[in-house]
């Protein structure tokens, strides 16, 4: 089946670092990929996406590329703040005969220090 | 305002007793869905609906069941609570499968 591998956390960097959370997919067909990001007590936000390979998705400064050939979607930002601090998921979304799953990596939570 | 609103917000509940997790979109959304998120693990899928009258299991159905008798509505019922279904539960709608999903605010559910 689908998977999501993201790398541990905590991660935790101080303002105006640069920051890359890893992500790696395993999936039978040509899944989208998405990062959401959860602030402390809330749902989650989608964040940024890409539907296809060599898609970049962005947004708020932060950077995805899909890439087919290594399975990966990291996700990166050039200067982080401390409005950054958050639970980050990496997310695939598949669909199958007449069904659409979405699989999550088990989150980073990432914390940024003045 | 676009959005999914779940209720109740928290809840602590007895095992054994049957619970029912509201979930609504007024997005006239096709596609909705109910995760849970539990430490170290995080979110798993439980059902799915692709649509009125169609729904799924995901990665985690057991000890759940959902119904999806209208657009708006996908609740998420707890027959007989146990302690391991203890979680912070997410319910989500998008226009169709694949599209932006949106998430409700979640449920916390304690089941002693």
């Known amino acids: 089946g689908d998977s999501v591998t993201q790398m541990e956390g905590p991660v935790t960097l101080s303002e105006e670092a640069f920051l890359t959370i890893n992500c790696t997919y395993t999936?039978?067909?040509?899944?989208?990929l998405f990062w959401y990001v959860q602030y402390p007590g809330e749902g989650l936000q989608l964040l940024l996406k890409?539907?296809?390979?060599?898609d970049k998705g962005s947004n708020k400064g932060f950077e995805a590329t899909y890439r087919k050939e290594t399975t990966s979607f990291h996700l990166e930002k050039g200067s982080v703040q401390v409005s950054d601090s958050a639970v980050y998921f990496c997310?695939?979304?598949?669909?199958?005969?007449?069904?659409?799953?979405?699989?999550f990596g088990k989150g980073t939570k990432l914390s940024v220090i003045p | 305002e676009a959005q999914v609103t779940q209720n109740p917000r928290y809840l602590i509940t007895v095992t054994g007793k049957k619970l029912t997790v509201t979930c609504s979109q007024n997005m006239n959304h096709e596609y909705m869905s109910w995760y849970r998120q539990d430490p170290g693990l995080g979110l798993r899928q439980i059902y799915y609906s692709m649509n009125v009258e169609v729904t799924d299991k995901g990665d985690v159905p057991e000890g759940y069941k959902v119904s999806r008798k209208e657009k708006r509505n996908f609740p998420l019922i707890l027959e007989s609570p146990s302690p391991n279904q203890t979680s912070l539960y997410f319910c989500?709608?998008?226009?169709?499968?694949?599209?932006?999903?949106?998430f409700g605010e979640g449920s916390w559910l304690t089941v002693v």
């Open positions: 997310a695939l979304g598949d669909s199958g005969a007449g069904s659409y799953q979405l699989t």
């Open positions: 999936a039978t067909g040509y899944p989208s």
């Open positions: 890409a539907t296809k390979a060599d």
């Open positions: 989500a709608s998008s226009f169709r499968a694949g599209n932006t999903i949106y």
